[in-house]
């Protein structure tokens, strides 16, 4: 058997107001939230597990980049530009921080978004193969 890493499971996000946090997460990107108390809330989103971690004022999971860019640590996928635009638009519409939809000169494209205390996360319209496979197959499956 080759040792490998399978997935991520937890991401930790640290926050100001861990409440406060999980209800924008839970009503902005459709979070499911099974755990909240005044240091933690643990949600379900994106196939995932998030802690939002109560932090220190000004802390957030992102960094700069050598040229002094402020820039994001992750990114979540969607199934198409179509999507990607519907959710740019939803999320403007919400009042949600948002940048501009851009070609970084790969395939798709992207857009970064912002939460209440300030993290980064980026959106692109590219799904991975392999999860737009494993997807297809749980739907057969549930169908059967």
Same mark, same amino acid.
């Given at each position: 058997?080759?040792?490998?890493?399978? #997935?991520?499971?937890?991401?930790?996000?640290?926050?100001?107001?861990?409440? %406060?946090?999980? #209800? =924008?997460?839970?009503?902005?990107?459709?979070?499911?939230?099974?755990?909240?108390? %005044?240091? $933690?809330?643990?949600?379900? @989103?994106?196939?995932? !597990?998030?802690?939002?971690?109560?932090? @220190?004022?000004?802390?957030?999971?992102?960094?700069?980049?050598?040229?002094?860019?402020?820039?994001?640590?992750?990114?979540?996928?969607? &199934?198409?530009?179509?999507?990607?635009?519907?959710? %740019?638009?939803?999320?403007?519409?919400?009042?949600?921080?948002?940048?501009?939809?851009?070609?970084?000169?790969?395939?798709?494209?992207?857009?970064?978004?912002?939460?209440?205390?300030?993290?980064?996360? &980026?959106? =692109?319209?590219?799904? !991975?193969?392999?999860?737009?496979?494993?997807? $297809?197959?749980?739907?057969?499956?549930?169908?059967?």
């Amino acid at each position: 058997m080759i040792e490998t890493l399978i #997935r991520v499971g937890t991401t930790y996000v640290p926050v100001r107001d861990v409440d %406060h946090s999980a #209800r =924008w997460y839970r009503e902005k990107l459709g979070a499911t939230i099974s755990y909240c108390d %005044h240091e $933690k809330a643990i949600l379900n @989103l994106a196939d995932q !597990s998030f802690f939002l971690v109560r932090s @220190l004022e000004g802390e957030t999971s992102n960094f700069t980049d050598f040229k002094g860019n402020k820039r994001f640590s992750l990114t979540f996928e969607v &199934d198409g530009m179509e999507v990607l635009t519907t959710l %740019h638009a939803k999320f403007k519409q919400e009042g949600v921080q948002t940048g501009t939809i851009e070609n970084r000169g790969h395939p798709g494209r992207n857009f970064v978004f912002y939460d209440p205390d300030g993290n980064i996360f &980026d959106v =692109w319209s590219i799904l !991975s193969p392999t999860y737009k496979a494993l997807r $297809k197959e749980a739907v057969l499956e549930t169908e059967r």
